[in-house]
């Protein structure tokens, strides 16, 4: 089937730590990847994408690479800070498709 | 550019009432809206699909009676939430696309509506 799987939360570091939040996905054909953020109480804001395969989606410190051998799109960070206390959202777009599939969400915690 | 916004932020009705969210874009022409749902600490729940002058399509198990979707313009979709019971309270948030915006049909998403049925 097509789904997106992501590691269960609630994951909690400390600052400065480093950060993987894993992904992978099942899908038909070559989908589209991204993470989205979500901060309390807001909508959700696309953090980074990767529309084909070895493609590294990178910003605001975090990256992801589109890993067709391992179906995997894991998103990292080298050094986290309070700020990024949030909710991050795995998605799938397939090819010529319209709806995205979300992960359930992980749910990340950075104390000072 | 590509913003969505959501009216009302947040909402409280009392049971039996119905209620209207509008999405709209912003600065560009939104041929595909879709509205989802978020219970609290779960994911997105995506109830329908809108196309500009066409009728809604909904997902399998959702209501397409008690909650209406109308896109009647290129920039604005409503979602009403007929008759509302406390179980429909929930976070609905909005996004859109439009045929311009990239290549791979990228949803930009509204700041979500937060409804409680008293």
């Known amino acids: 089937g097509n789904s997106v799987t992501q590691m269960e939360g609630p994951v909690t570091l400390s600052e400065e730590a480093f950060l993987t939040i894993n992904c992978t996905y099942t899908?038909?054909?070559?989908?589209?990847l991204f993470w989205y953020v979500q901060y309390p109480g807001e909508g959700l804001q696309l953090l980074l994408k990767?529309?084909?395969?070895?493609d590294k989606g990178s910003n605001k410190g975090f990256e992801a690479t589109y890993r067709k051998e391992t179906t995997s799109f894991h998103l990292e960070k080298g050094s986290v800070q309070v700020s990024d206390s949030a909710v991050y959202f795995c998605?799938?777009?397939?090819?010529?498709?319209?709806?995205?599939?979300f992960g359930q969400g992980t749910r990340l915690t950075i104390n000072p | 550019g590509a913003v969505v916004s959501q009216h009302p932020s947040w909402v409280i009705c009392k049971s039996g009432t119905s209620v209207k969210i509008e999405c709209r874009s912003l600065?560009?022409?939104?041929?595909?809206m879709f509205w989802y749902r978020q219970f609290p600490k779960q994911s997105l729940m995506l109830m329908a699909t809108?196309?500009?002058?066409?009728?809604?399509?909904?997902e399998q198990g959702v209501e397409k009676d008690k909650f209406l979707i109308n896109h009647a313009s290129l920039t604005l979709s409503t979602l009403t939430v007929t008759s509302a019971h406390p179980e429909d309270s929930s976070f609905y948030i909005c996004?859109?696309?439009?045929?311009?915006?990239?290549?791979?049909?990228?949803?930009?998403f509204g700041p979500g509506t937060r409804l409680t049925v008293l």
């Open positions: 996004s859109a696309n439009g045929p311009r915006l990239s290549s791979y049909n990228e949803q930009f």
């Open positions: 899908a038909t054909g070559y989908p589209s």
């Open positions: 990767a529309t084909k395969a070895d």
């Open positions: 998605a799938r777009l397939l090819q010529g498709a319209q709806k995205l599939v």
């Open positions: 600065d560009f022409q939104a041929t595909t």
């Open positions: 809108s196309n500009e002058g066409s009728k809604a399509t909904y």
